[in-house]
C-alpha cells in the first residue's frame, strides 16, 4: 500500500507537519490549501521541504465551487484553476483535488458538469497535470461517488479521474459495490477517514468527528478491499477532520494515521486477493495474563506487599539475579521488583510505585512481536544474566511494558527458570482468586483513539461501547477491549481533567498507566469472608448505596444485608448478574478489585460513581505530603 495523509489531520505549522508525516513512515503528504497559505515561503519551498524528508506531494487540495457555474461566473472558475495550476507547477504536484459544488448559485446536470471537467482537462494537461474530482456528501447537486464517475466517464479525457472518499461514500450509506466496476486507471487517489456512528448533519459530523481507519464504526475495510478489488495500486490516503487531533501530538497522530493504514492494508489481504501492504503473522491471540509487575522501592514495596498478602498471595519464588519477588494465588501472578538498575528503577524514578508491566500469553510469543513492530510498535530490550530469559517486549500506554510470552517455548516456563522457589512466612492458603478478570489502564482522553487501535490492531480482540463513567468531579469515558473467550480484558478510561479520580492519577504519577487490577473469583461472600480474616480493609461503601440498590433491582432483603455487610456492589445485566469487592487506594490512586460474574459480560459502570465517590474520601487531600496524614 503506497501511504499518504493529508497536512490537515495533523496540528503544528506546516514544517512540523511534514517532518511528522516522514517519521511516521509515510510516502507521500496532501497539501492542504490553508495550511500552505498560512506557511510564510513560497510553493517552491514547501515542494523542497516534501522533497528533503522523501515525501511526494500526492495532491493539492481543495479546488471548490467549480462545475456547473452560470456563465456569468463560469470563466472566473476557469481563471482561479489557473492559478491553482501556477501553485502546483511551483510546488511540485500533478494532481488537484476539486470537490462538488455547494454554491447555490451552481446549476445542476451531469452533461454541464462533464463540459466543465473536459475543458479544464484540456487546461491541465497543456501544463502536465491531473484533475481529481470528488463527490462531497453535501454537494449541492453531486454528493454521490457514483454520480461523480459518470461525469468523469461523460468527461472522458485522459487528465480527469475521479477521487473517491470513503467517509463521503459511506456516510451516505452508498452501495460500496459499485466502486468494483470503476476502471483503476480512472480512480486518481483514494482518501479514508473513519468515523463514530452519530446521528447529526453530515458536514458538521465531516468537519469534527472523523477519525483513523479502525478507530470509529464505518466499514472502512470492505470500503477498501472494494477499492482493492478494482487493481487500483495508487495512493491510499489519510484525510481527517477531527478537533481533538487538532489540539493533539502531531509526531503521535502521525504516527497512528499510519498504522492505521498498515493494519487496513493487512485486513484488506485477507479479504481480497490483492498486492497492497506487506504479508504480516496475524492478530495474535491471547489465551491470557501471564503477570503483571511493580516498580517500587524497599519502603514502600513493605506496604505493597501486605496488601498482597491480605489478598490471600503467597510469595512463592525470588528471581536469580534481580531484586524481584513473585506472588501467586490461583492462576494470578504478580512480580514486585525494587531493582534499582534497569528499566523498573527509572520507572519507579518517574512514576513511584506503579504496575508498569504486564506479560501477556499469546499463541506465538514471536510471531506476535513480529506483526507489533510491523505495525510501529516501539521494541523493547534490556541486558538479561546469562541463562535468563529475554522476552519478545514492546512499549504500552504510558511507556510501560509489555511482554509477550507463550506455552510452547520456554518463555512459558519463566517462573522457573529466572525464579527460585522460597518458602513463604505467610500462613495464607488464598482467598479464592481465580485469575485475572480485567485490567484497567487509564490515560489521557485524546489518547484513547491511539490505545484502542494499538491493542485491537495487534491482539485479536474488538471494541465494546463506549461509556461514560459519573465521577463526582467530571466525566470519564471509558470502552473496553476484550477477546471473544474472555481470557483478555483490558478497560481503558480516557480522563479530561485532573479533578476526577482518573485525572489525579495521571497528573500525581505523571502519565498514563495501569489503575486497578480486577481478580475474578467463584464466591465473592466466601472470598469476602476470607479477606476479612486475613487483615484486608475493603472500601467503605455508602449505605445509602444498597437502599437503591435493593429497590432498583427488586433484591431479596437477605442478601441486601449481606451485599452491605461486606461492602459489595450488585448489578445486573439480560445475561446474568456481577458483584464487586474493592480495596482502598494504594499510592496515588492505584486499587484492587474483586469480581464474581454470574454470566455478566460489562464491568459495573453504574456502580463507578459510588466506588469514585468512596475512593476520594479515603485518599489524602491532594498537595499533602504522604507523610502528613
Same mark, same amino acid.
Given at each position: 500500500?503506497?501511504?499518504?495523509?493529508?497536512?490537515? &489531520?495533523?496540528?503544528?505549522?506546516? $514544517?512540523?507537519?511534514?517532518?511528522?508525516?516522514?517519521?511516521?513512515?509515510?510516502?507521500? /503528504?496532501?497539501?492542504?490549501?490553508?495550511?500552505?497559505?498560512?506557511?510564510? *515561503?513560497?510553493?517552491?519551498?514547501?515542494?523542497?521541504?516534501?522533497?528533503?524528508?522523501?515525501?511526494?506531494?500526492?495532491?493539492?487540495?481543495?479546488?471548490?465551487?467549480?462545475?456547473?457555474?452560470?456563465?456569468?461566473?463560469?470563466?472566473? &472558475?476557469?481563471?482561479?484553476?489557473?492559478?491553482?495550476?501556477?501553485?502546483?507547477?511551483?510546488?511540485?504536484?500533478?494532481?488537484?483535488?476539486?470537490?462538488?459544488? /455547494?454554491?447555490?448559485?451552481?446549476? *445542476?446536470? =451531469?452533461?454541464?458538469?462533464?463540459?466543465?471537467? #473536459?475543458?479544464?482537462?484540456?487546461?491541465?494537461?497543456?501544463?502536465?497535470?491531473? /484533475?481529481?474530482?470528488?463527490?462531497?456528501?453535501?454537494?449541492?447537486?453531486?454528493?454521490?461517488?457514483?454520480?461523480?464517475?459518470?461525469?468523469?466517464?461523460?468527461?472522458?479525457?485522459?487528465?480527469?479521474?475521479?477521487?473517491?472518499?470513503?467517509? #463521503?461514500?459511506?456516510?451516505?450509506?452508498?452501495?460500496?459495490?459499485?466502486?468494483?466496476?470503476? $476502471?483503476?486507471?480512472?480512480?486518481?487517489?483514494?482518501?479514508?477517514?473513519?468515523?463514530?456512528?452519530?446521528?447529526?448533519?453530515?458536514?458538521?459530523?465531516?468537519?469534527?468527528?472523523?477519525?483513523?481507519?479502525?478507530?470509529?464504526?464505518?466499514?472502512?475495510?470492505?470500503?477498501?478491499?472494494?477499492?482493492?478489488?478494482?487493481?487500483?495500486?495508487?495512493?491510499?490516503?489519510?484525510?481527517?477532520?477531527?478537533?481533538?487531533?487538532?489540539?493533539?501530538?502531531?509526531?503521535?497522530?502521525?504516527?497512528?494515521? #499510519?498504522?492505521?493504514?498498515?493494519?487496513?492494508?493487512?485486513?484488506?489481504?485477507?479479504?481480497?486477493?490483492?498486492?497492497?501492504?506487506?504479508?504480516?503473522?496475524?492478530?495474535?491471540?491471547?489465551?491470557?495474563?501471564?503477570?503483571?509487575?511493580?516498580?517500587?522501592?524497599?519502603?514502600?514495596?513493605?506496604?505493597?506487599?501486605?496488601?498482597?498478602?491480605?489478598?490471600?498471595?503467597?510469595?512463592?519464588?525470588?528471581?536469580?539475579?534481580?531484586?524481584?519477588?513473585?506472588?501467586?494465588?490461583?492462576?494470578?501472578?504478580?512480580?514486585?521488583?525494587?531493582?534499582?538498575?534497569?528499566?523498573?528503577?527509572?520507572?519507579?524514578?518517574?512514576?513511584?510505585?506503579?504496575?508498569?508491566?504486564?506479560?501477556?500469553?499469546?499463541?506465538?510469543?514471536?510471531?506476535?512481536?513480529?506483526?507489533?513492530?510491523?505495525?510501529?510498535?516501539?521494541?523493547?530490550?534490556?541486558?538479561?544474566?546469562?541463562?535468563?530469559?529475554?522476552?519478545?517486549?514492546?512499549?504500552?500506554?504510558?511507556?510501560?511494558?509489555?511482554?509477550?510470552?507463550?506455552?510452547?517455548?520456554?518463555?512459558?516456563?519463566?517462573?522457573? =527458570?529466572?525464579?527460585?522457589?522460597?518458602?513463604?512466612?505467610?500462613?495464607?492458603?488464598?482467598?479464592?482468586?481465580?485469575?485475572?478478570?480485567?485490567?484497567?489502564?487509564?490515560?489521557?482522553?485524546?489518547?484513547?483513539?491511539?490505545?484502542?487501535?494499538?491493542?485491537?490492531?495487534?491482539?485479536?480482540?474488538?471494541?465494546?461501547?463506549?461509556?461514560?463513567?459519573?465521577?463526582?468531579?467530571?466525566?470519564?469515558?471509558?470502552?473496553? =477491549?476484550?477477546?471473544?473467550?474472555?481470557?483478555?480484558?483490558? &478497560?481503558?478510561?480516557?480522563?479530561?481533567?485532573?479533578?476526577?479520580?482518573?485525572? #489525579?492519577?495521571?497528573?500525581?504519577?505523571?502519565?498514563?498507566?495501569?489503575?486497578?487490577?480486577?481478580?475474578?473469583?467463584?464466591?465473592?461472600?466466601?472470598?469476602?469472608?476470607?479477606?476479612?480474616?486475613?487483615?484486608?480493609?475493603?472500601?467503605?461503601?455508602?449505605?445509602?448505596?444498597?437502599?437503591?440498590?435493593?429497590?432498583?433491582?427488586?433484591?431479596? $432483603?437477605?442478601?441486601?444485608?449481606?451485599?452491605?455487610?461486606?461492602?459489595?456492589?450488585?448489578?445486573?445485566?439480560?445475561?446474568?448478574?456481577?458483584?464487586?469487592?474493592?480495596?482502598?487506594?494504594?499510592?496515588?490512586?492505584?486499587?484492587?478489585?474483586?469480581?464474581?460474574?454470574?454470566?455478566?459480560?460489562?464491568?459495573?459502570? $453504574?456502580?463507578?460513581?459510588?466506588?469514585?465517590?468512596?475512593?476520594?474520601?479515603?485518599?489524602?487531600?491532594?498537595?499533602?505530603?504522604?507523610?502528613?496524614?
Amino acid at each position: 500500500m503506497k501511504t499518504s495523509i493529508a497536512t490537515v &489531520t495533523l496540528s503544528g505549522e506546516l $514544517p512540523d507537519k511534514l517532518d511528522a508525516i516522514a517519521q511516521a513512515g509515510f510516502e507521500g /503528504v496532501e497539501i492542504f490549501e490553508n495550511d500552505f497559505l498560512a506557511f510564510d *515561503g513560497s510553493p517552491a519551498d514547501v515542494g523542497k521541504m516534501a522533497s528533503d524528508l522523501g515525501l511526494a506531494i500526492t495532491l493539492f487540495q481543495p479546488f471548490r465551487d467549480f462545475e456547473g457555474m452560470p456563465d456569468a461566473l463560469r470563466s472566473r &472558475t476557469f481563471d482561479r484553476a489557473e492559478r491553482k495550476f501556477d501553485v502546483m507547477q511551483e510546488l511540485g504536484t500533478d494532481m488537484v483535488l476539486v470537490c462538488s459544488n /455547494v454554491s447555490q448559485a451552481a446549476l *445542476g446536470g =451531469i452533461d454541464r458538469a462533464a463540459a466543465d471537467f #473536459h475543458e479544464l482537462g484540456e487546461r491541465a494537461a497543456r501544463r502536465g497535470l491531473k /484533475v481529481g474530482y470528488e463527490a462531497l456528501a453535501w454537494g449541492r447537486y453531486v454528493n454521490d461517488h457514483r454520480d461523480a464517475w459518470e461525469i468523469v466517464r461523460r468527461a472522458d479525457h485522459p487528465s480527469v479521474g475521479l477521487i473517491l472518499d470513503s467517509f #463521503h461514500s459511506l456516510a451516505r450509506k452508498i452501495d460500496i459495490n459499485s466502486i468494483r466496476s470503476i $476502471p483503476k486507471e480512472k480512480i486518481f487517489i483514494v482518501q479514508l477517514a473513519d468515523a463514530p456512528l452519530i446521528d447529526m448533519d453530515l458536514l458538521y459530523w465531516s468537519r469534527h468527528f472523523r477519525n483513523m481507519p479502525g478507530e470509529g464504526d464505518l466499514p472502512v475495510t470492505e470500503f477498501a478491499a472494494a477499492v482493492a478489488s478494482t487493481g487500483y495500486d495508487g495512493y491510499f490516503s489519510l484525510e481527517i477532520f477531527n478537533d481533538q487531533f487538532r489540539g493533539g501530538s502531531t509526531r503521535a497522530i502521525a504516527a497512528d494515521g #499510519h498504522r492505521s493504514l498498515i493494519y487496513l492494508a493487512d485486513q484488506v489481504r485477507s479479504n481480497v486477493e490483492t498486492a497492497i501492504g506487506v504479508p504480516m503473522p496475524s492478530r495474535a491471540v491471547v489465551k491470557g495474563v501471564g503477570f503483571v509487575e511493580f516498580a517500587t522501592d524497599e519502603d514502600e514495596a513493605a506496604e505493597l506487599v501486605a496488601l498482597l498478602k491480605a489478598l490471600g498471595f503467597r510469595k512463592a519464588a525470588v528471581h536469580r539475579s534481580k531484586n524481584v519477588s513473585l506472588f501467586k494465588q490461583g492462576e494470578i501472578r504478580i512480580l514486585v521488583n525494587v531493582d534499582t538498575a534497569g528499566f523498573a528503577g527509572a520507572a519507579y524514578a518517574v512514576h513511584g510505585t506503579s504496575a508498569y508491566a504486564l506479560a501477556l500469553v499469546v499463541d506465538d510469543a514471536n510471531e506476535a512481536y513480529r506483526r507489533a513492530l510491523a505495525l510501529d510498535a516501539e521494541p523493547f530490550r534490556q541486558p538479561v544474566a546469562d541463562g535468563e530469559l529475554q522476552f519478545p517486549a514492546i512499549r504500552g500506554v504510558g511507556g510501560g511494558l509489555i511482554y509477550l510470552i507463550d506455552d510452547k517455548s520456554p518463555l512459558g516456563r519463566f517462573s522457573e =527458570i529466572d525464579f527460585e522457589g522460597v518458602a513463604d512466612d505467610s500462613d495464607s492458603a488464598g482467598a479464592g482468586l481465580l485469575r485475572f478478570d480485567h485490567i484497567a489502564q487509564t490515560v489521557a482522553y485524546d489518547e484513547m483513539l491511539t490505545w484502542l487501535l494499538f491493542y485491537t490492531s495487534i491482539f485479536e480482540t474488538r471494541k465494546t461501547p463506549m461509556v461514560d463513567i459519573i465521577d463526582p468531579s467530571g466525566v470519564v469515558r471509558s470502552q473496553a =477491549i476484550e477477546n471473544e473467550t474472555g481470557t483478555l480484558r483490558l &478497560t481503558m478510561n480516557g480522563a479530561e481533567n485532573r479533578r476526577t479520580l482518573a485525572g #489525579h492519577f495521571i497528573a500525581e504519577t505523571f502519565g498514563s498507566g495501569i489503575q486497578h487490577l480486577a481478580f475474578s473469583t467463584n464466591d465473592i461472600f466466601a472470598t469476602s469472608k476470607i479477606l476479612r480474616k486475613q487483615g484486608f480493609k475493603p472500601l467503605h461503601i455508602s449505605q445509602n448505596y444498597y437502599d437503591d440498590v435493593e429497590a432498583r433491582f427488586g433484591l431479596d $432483603p437477605d442478601l441486601t444485608e449481606r451485599l452491605k455487610a461486606e461492602n459489595i456492589l450488585y448489578d445486573r445485566d439480560e445475561h446474568g448478574e456481577y458483584f464487586q469487592l474493592y480495596s482502598g487506594t494504594h499510592g496515588e490512586g492505584f486499587f484492587f478489585e474483586i469480581v464474581e460474574r454470574r454470566g455478566y459480560r460489562g464491568y459495573g459502570a $453504574p456502580n463507578a460513581i459510588f466506588r469514585i465517590a468512596a475512593l476520594k474520601r479515603q485518599m489524602r487531600p491532594e498537595g499533602v505530603p504522604k507523610d502528613a496524614v
